[in-house]
T-cell receptor, first 115, second 113 residues
Framework: DSGVTQTPKHLITATGQRVTLRCSPRSGDLSVYWYQQSLDQGLQFLIQYYNGEERAKGNILERFSAQQFPDLHSELNLSSLELGDSALYFC??????????????FGEGSRLTVL | QQQVKQSPQSLIVQKGGIPIINCAYENTAFDYFPWYQQFPGKGPALLIAIRPDVSEKKEGRFTISFNKSAKQFSLHIMDSQPGDSATYFCAASIMSGYNKLIFGAGTRLAVHP
């Protein structure tokens, strides 16, 4: 158990809809990362937050947005969903105060299916 | 320059064999090179990692070889077991850059009994 919690585990929705994925980081971790894993593809970095502020942006579509709240949990919002958005979305956390090992701890992912 | 290239895409070995997975990078600012292991239905988990000041690191049956001048690193699994069957990802990051990991495309390893 990595200590990172993601909900929901599975989500089925229709094209054009909007969904929110939630992530609770490991206790004490200040940074949250979102990754997308499509079929037969690697882990694509989407966005990173550190202590509530956006720190890095990757290949995140304009239809997607994220935020990190004061209690450090994070939400990834996906809107105007398309078939191609079907994927596993992983959240990871890292960076405890004063302790940077470089390791990211991943949740078990949220599997999104767009029909 | 942010890419990490990984090969092969898939690998099949017999139990006891030594699968080798290779990765290459371009950004010389990368200073942390981990390998993650992912089982079906699970999130990736850190297997072993290396910093560029050493050329090899071994943890149990897993070894990373690192060639800084060639900008390449590889994972060797000694005496592979069926339980090692998983997808393996190499990655790279700049530790002072808030640890954003850039992953390779992954290698699906199957170890047959």
């Amino acid at each position: 158990d990595s200590g990172v919690t993601q909900t929901p585990k599975h989500l089925i929705t229709a094209t054009g809809q909007r969904v929110t994925l939630r992530c609770s980081p490991r206790s004490g971790d200040l940074s949250v990362y979102w990754y997308q894993q499509s079929l037969d593809q690697g882990l694509q970095f989407l966005i990173q937050y550190y202590n509530g502020e956006e720190r890095a942006k990757g290949n995140i579509l304009e239809r997607f947005s994220a935020q990190q709240f004061p209690d450090l949990h994070s939400e990834l919002n996906l809107s105007s969903l398309e078939l191609g958005d079907s994927a596993l979305y992983f959240c990871a956390s890292s960076l405890r105060q004063g302790a940077n090992t470089g390791e990211l701890f991943f949740g078990e992912g949220s599997r999104l299916t767009v029909l | 320059q942010q890419q990490v290239k990984q090969s092969p895409q898939s690998l099949i070995v017999q139990k006891g064999g030594i699968p080798i997975i290779n990765c290459a990078y371009e950004n010389t600012a990368f200073d942390y090179f981990p390998w993650y292991q992912q089982f079906p239905g699970k999130g990736p988990a850190l297997l072993i990692a290396i910093r560029p000041d050493v050329s090899e690191k071994k943890e149990g049956r897993f070894t990373i070889s690192f060639n800084k001048s060639a900008k390449q690193f590889s994972l060797h699994i000694m005496d592979s077991q069926p339980g090692d069957s998983a997808t393996y990802f190499c990655a790279a990051s700049i530790m002072s850059g808030y640890n954003k990991l850039i992953f390779g495309a992954g290698t699906r390893l199957a170890v047959h009994p």
